[in-house]
């Protein structure tokens, strides 16, 4: 799912 991975990837970087 493309969403739920662009999601991730953000989430990646708020907690970085």
């Known amino acids: ?3 739920g991975l662009q999601f ?3 989430w990646v970087m708020v907690e970085q």
Do not use: I
Request: hydrophobic share 50%; aromatic share 16%; glycine share 0%.
């Open 8 to 10: 991730q990837e953000h």
């Open 1 to 3: 799912w493309v969403l």
